[in-house]
T-cell receptor, first 113, second 117 residues
Framework: AQSVTQPDIHITVSEGASLELRCNYS??????LFWYVQSPGQGLQLLLK??????LVQGIKGFEAEFKRSQSSFNLRKPSVHWSDAAEYFC???????????FGSGTKLNVKP | EAGVAQSPRYKIIEKRQSVAFWCNPI?????LYWYQQILGQGPKLLIQ????????DSQLPKDRFSAERLKGVDSTLKIQPAKLEDSAVYLC???????????????FGEGSRLTVL
């Protein structure tokens, strides 16, 4: 069965520090992987996506993610966090044909000044 | 380009009452999704439309939830009668057909927050 696990419910980092949010997926075929961000009271916005090719993908707002097939992971990273990055982050896996998406339960990021 | 529009943003009702949510997707987006997001959880798909046809409604509680997209554009999600556990944010999203630069991307509205007392 398809599933996405985000093991960290809450993470707090200091402004300027590096960030890594974990995502593990279970999917029987080649996964299409996504990271979305949700600011309070807002809908989800796509940060980046991986379909194929280079396993390190760059996204908006300085985020990147690395696909590791052997670990079934797609972790999100940012070298230096800004206060405006405080939000909830969702990892998602998409089925071939992009007609089905499965979301993780999210990781809430707090940024300390 | 206008985004996905949803209304109302907030709704408070008592259990056993009914409620309806409206969504207008981005112009030209053939696929429309309704997701339920319970506090502390990720979005869960309720129903997916391709134009005005239902692609997937396997997780829609059909005894109380209904949705339609009559002209293949805007959509309405209805709950009748509401239960306490229906308290959630109802997110509408739309997407383009695959193959273009936005392949796989879901465009979300701001959501409709429902509180059932």
């Amino acid at each position: 069965a398809q599933s996405v696990t985000q093991p960290d419910i809450h993470i707090t980092v200091s402004e300027g520090a590096s960030l890594e949010l974990r995502c593990n997926y279970s999917y029987g075929a080649t996964p299409y992987l996504f990271w979305y961000v949700q600011s309070p009271g807002q809908g989800l916005q796509l940060l980046l996506k991986y379909f194929s090719g280079d396993t390190l993908v760059q996204g908006i707002k300085g985020f990147e993610a690395e696909f590791k097939r052997s670990q079934s992971s797609f972790n999100l990273r940012k070298p230096s966090v800004h206060w405006s990055d405080a939000a909830e982050y969702f990892c998602a896996v998409g089925a071939a044909g992009f007609n089905k998406f499965y979301f993780g339960s999210g990781t809430k990021l707090n940024v300390k000044p | 380009e206008a985004g996905v529009a949803q209304s109302p943003r907030y709704k408070i009702i008592e259990k056993r009452q009914s409620v309806a949510f409206w969504c207008n997707p981005i112009s030209g987006h053939a696929t429309l999704y309704w997701y339920q997001q319970i506090l502390g959880q990720g979005p869960k798909l309720l129903i997916q439309f391709q134009n005005n046809g239902v692609v997937d409604d396997s997780q829609l509680p059909k005894d109380r939830f209904s949705a339609e997209r009559l002209k293949g554009v805007d959509s309405t999600l209805k709950i009748q009668p509401a239960k306490l556990e229906d308290s959630a944010v109802y997110l509408c999203a739309s997407s383009l057909p695959s193959g273009g630069p936005n392949t796989g991307e879901l465009f979300f509205g701001e959501g409709s927050r429902l509180t059932v007392l």
